[in-house]
Each structure stands twice: as structure tokens, then as C-alpha cells.
């Protein structure tokens, strides 16, 4: 059973930064694909960013050239720095990671979510 403790958020003004931590533990196989997700009030889950364990990313559209997310494959931590947050990135960010089991021809992955953090963009 993958753990995974979420750190970083808070209170910020519009243009501000924030810079959030996700450590995942207890992984009985390898860490893929690990992820942020973030859901404002009242709406869904949505895909913010994520990186495969050789680097590659997706980032939502609308956060393109002021989020980035990078990892620490050695400690199994991924890192979201927010640069020019605005009120619309406010939301419960939720960190999750993939827990990759191959036994010869046969992969499993389980999907494994954090409990969240509160970023509040906000004058």
C-alpha cells in the first residue's frame, strides 16, 4: 500500500507562488506516472500536470509556462512549483501516483491518491 503525504499549500495573493510536495511510500513494485490533480468547489477532478519516471509531462492548458513539475525518483517525490497564480487556480490539489507490477508478460498499476492540499489564490 503506497502512502502518499502532500505538502506546500496555503494562502496566496494573485502572482504569487507556491511551491507543493508530494512523497509517496510503502511501494512494493516501482513508481510510474505520478500526477497532480486539482478540484475546485462544486466542480470535477482535473488533470493538472503529470511525469512519467523518465521525465515526460503533460500539463493542462491553462497552466502551461507557470506550473512545472518535476520529481525526485530516488526519494519518490514529485514537486509542483505555481508561478502567476491567479483566483482561478485556487482548489484542493491531490497528488497521485502509479504503483507498477510486472511479472513477466503481465502488468498490473495501482493508482494510489493523496489526501490533498488547500491552495487559495486570493487578494
Known amino acids: 500500500q503506497v502512502q502518499l503525504v502532500e505538502s506546500g499549500g496555503g494562502l496566496v495573493q494573485p502572482g504569487g507562488s507556491l511551491r507543493l510536495s508530494c512523497a509517496a511510500s510503502g511501494s512494493n513494485f516501482r513508481i510510474g506516472i505520478m500526477a497532480w490533480h486539482r478540484q475546485a468547489p462544486g466542480q470535477q477532478r482535473d488533470l493538472v500536470a503529470s511525469?512519467?519516471?523518465?521525465?515526460?509531462?503533460i500539463y493542462r492548458n491553462s497552466v502551461k509556462g507557470r506550473f512545472t513539475i518535476s520529481r525526485d525518483n530516488a526519494k519518490n517525490t514529485v514537486y509542483l512549483q505555481m508561478n502567476s497564480l491567479k483566483p482561478e487556480d485556487t482548489a484542493v490539489y491531490y497528488c497521485?501516483?502509479?504503483?507498477?507490477?510486472?511479472?513477466?508478460?503481465?502488468?498490473?498499476?495501482?493508482?494510489?491518491w493523496g489526501q490533498g492540499t488547500q491552495v487559495i489564490v486570493s487578494s
Open positions: 511525469m512519467t519516471s523518465a521525465g515526460s509531462t
Open positions: 497521485n501516483a502509479d504503483d507498477v507490477e510486472v511479472d513477466g508478460w503481465d502488468k498490473r498499476v495501482y493508482t494510489y
